[in-house]
């Protein structure tokens, strides 16, 4: 009796839903590379990327709800299985793997990313069905 009475002090103090580690405090230390700026040329036709939250460089502290989403263009659908997300540092960070279960049909949707504090810098590749190309950078301030 007095486990099932611990397990349920335990579970009490949980917090109502656990978030997930994107980047951890080690991949967060990596040196950043010195020019992390994209140059894109000339006109894509390849899928739209666009970060909805959290905004562009918007401090907000952790865990924080990540959503990335995708808009496919002349009759074309997404592409789930070419996409690559990359935590960019010195070594690269392949993040991909951890965001799979949060992709869907148009884009990422991650109830509550666990963050280090810090700026962090995403690199999402996604190609279309006709197997048009797309590169966006996606950037991230978080506060303790």
Do not use: C, W
């Amino acid at each position: 009796m007095r486990h099932v009475l611990a397990l349920a002090i335990v579970l009490a103090a949980l917090p109502a839903y656990a978030a997930d580690p994107l980047i951890t405090e080690a991949e967060a230390a990596l040196p950043t590379p010195p020019d992390v700026a994209m140059s894109l040329r000339g006109i894509t036709r390849g899928p739209s990327i666009e970060q909805v939250t959290p905004e562009e460089m918007k401090p907000v502290k952790s865990p924080t709800p990540i959503k990335i989403k995708f808009t496919a263009r002349n009759n074309a659908e997404i592409d789930k299985d070419s996409l690559k997300v990359t935590y960019i540092k010195t070594p690269s960070v392949d993040l991909t793997a951890r965001l799979k279960a949060h992709v869907k049909g148009d884009g990422i949707e991650m109830s509550a990313a666990e963050l280090p504090p810090g700026t962090h810098i995403l690199r999402v590749d996604v190609k279309d069905t006709q197997g048009r190309a797309s590169t966006a950078l996606i950037k991230m301030s978080v506060t303790k």
